[in-house]
């Protein structure tokens, strides 16, 4: 891109805090939504695994919330296909 | 947009072409966040509905539940909307 020389002094910096600023923002969405992913997880696993809440939080209960856990993100990714690929179907169609 | 960044702090004073990008930029992360926001919204849906034993993969039939259940719930929204529309068409 050519810019006009008399402002090219202030791009670099006007550059680096656009890049700070959508950074900023991507990182902020990207924690906004593992927190709800661990959120849902959190619920599902626990009623899934921890039927009845004993003193402590033993090993089978462990192991079933570790495998619960690669389930739920499983069948997160498998929504999210079917999901997108309607989207796209759907938006395919209009322009038809 | 442009209330996002607020002329009086001058770390965030950006020309006008810099403005429409990061205008455009967050635009199209808020579309993300809500495509995200529905994936979370049909997983929480759709597991109660197909999960019933965790075992160590999610199987075929588990996983056509997984996809059946978003299309439908799609349909279903298209259809009341549809439905809707037809009612108020009678007035």
Known sequence: MNFPSGLSSNIPNMESRKQAVMDQVRNELALANAQELINKINEKCFSKCITKPGNKLDSSEQTCVAKCMDRYMEAWNIVSRAYISRVQRESQGESL | ?91
């Not at chain 2, 635009?27 to 929480?44: V, W």
Request: with cysteine; aromatic share 6%.
């Open chain 2, 1 to 91: 947009m442009s209330s996002l960044l607020p002329k009086q702090n001058p770390n965030l004073d950006f020309d006008e072409a810099t403005q429409k990008e990061l205008g455009k930029f967050l635009e199209s992360e808020n579309a993300r966040m809500r495509l995200q926001q529905s994936i979370h919204t049909f997983t929480d849906l759709c597991w109660d509905k197909c999960i019933n034993k965790i075992s160590n993969k999610i199987d075929r039939g588990e996983e056509t539940c997984l996809t059946n259940c978003v299309e439908r719930f799609l349909d279903t929204s298209l259809f009341i909307v549809k439905r809707l529309e037809e009612t108020r068409k009678k007035l």
